[in-house]
């Protein structure tokens, strides 16, 4: 794969190497970790994305020698009522900060809308605050994810202590999937692996687990320092309320991300108090036939899963 602008050969637009890679994520690493004073590298953060694995995802612009733009694509599963589409999350979109307003990114995302159709994708997703320039591409916006937020008083918080059930053995995963697939619609699907990555910001990852008298349901965790990201609960809302006081434990700050009307969306409105806002920020590109746009506004990839 490569073009070139007129009046520019040198210019490549294709797959990123092995070698290049190890160039490449130091100039992620500053655009959107270390240059926000974040720490954790995207190689380690999104491993399955950054890796040897799929680099054909990984697409680059060169001018000569140079690294001039990037973005990471990754194909993931996608259930909704017993089907399974296959969707591609992108991410990490990137553009040398002296070779910005040349058309590079507009350039990479439509090789990318090409590859997603030759793998036979049925469409993308991404996440931006710039809906206008994806929409001149042929992105749709819509979103049903919201976010909520609540500040936590530390001597509130004691409780008895869960069970950290987090090893990513691919029994545990399983019994996860299960609980996914029975209390949601439509999500993605995931595998031991997909629990390896870990969103901006947390700095680390739990996985809490309640079952009481044959209920059960989880909570996925990321923290960092005193603040709390709740990317999930799951399961029996009869467990929710032992997996919350679990949550605050030892926190000042939670921030949630869920989907509007889910279960976990209602209890923590009604138990916890959570004021929501929508977040308006996902895009999607309808690849094959398969895909109802129709009913775009009423899928929603989690925070967890996103790049």
């Not at 090789?111 to 320039?133: C, M, R, S």
């Not at 006081?245 to 869920?258: A, F, H, K, L, P």
Request: hydrophobic fraction near 40%; charged fraction near 25%.
């Amino acid at each position: 794969m490569s073009s070139a602008p007129d009046g520019d050969m040198n210019l490549e637009i294709r797959s990123c190497r092995i070698a290049e890679l190890d160039r490449l994520v130091p100039l992620l690493d500053e655009e959107f970790i270390f240059g926000k004073r974040r720490t954790t590298s995207l190689r380690l953060r999104f491993p399955k994305v950054f890796c040897s694995n799929n680099l054909h995802n990984i697409l680059i612009c060169m001018v000569g020698d140079e690294i001039a733009a990037a973005l990471a694509m990754f194909p993931f599963d996608w259930r909704e009522d017993g089907k399974i589409l296959r969707g591609a999350m992108i991410g990490a979109v990137y553009t040398q900060p002296a070779r910005r307003k040349q058309g590079l990114a507009s350039r990479l995302l439509e090789a990318a809308a090409l590859q997603l159709h030759e793998q036979k994708i049925d469409f993308g997703v991404l996440w931006t605050g710039q809906p206008a320039f994806y929409a001149r591409l042929g992105w749709q916006a819509a979103d049903c994810s919201v976010l909520g937020e609540i500040d936590i008083d530390p001597s509130a918080a004691e409780t008895e202590s869960l069970a950290v059930f987090w090893k990513q053995a691919e029994e545990e995963a399983t019994l996860l999937e299960g609980i996914r697939r029975r209390a949601l619609k439509a999500t993605t699907v995931r595998h031991a692996e997909d629990y390896r990555q870990l969103p901006i910001p947390a700095e680390n990852l739990e996985l809490l687990w309640r079952e009481d008298q044959g209920k059960v349901a989880y909570a996925l965790l990321g923290s960092s320092g005193e603040a709390g990201f709740l990317y999930e609960l799951v399961g029996d809302t009869d467990c929710f309320s032992a997996l919350w006081r679990e949550v605050c434990r030892g926190r000042q700050r939670i921030v949630i991300n869920d989907q509007a009307d889910s279960p976990a969306c209602h209890w923590l409105t009604n138990h916890a108090g959570i004021i929501w806002q929508r977040k308006n920020l996902t895009m999607w590109l309808p690849v094959s036939k398969h895909v109802e746009t129709s009913r775009l506004g009423q899928w929603h990839i989690p925070y967890f899963d996103r790049i």
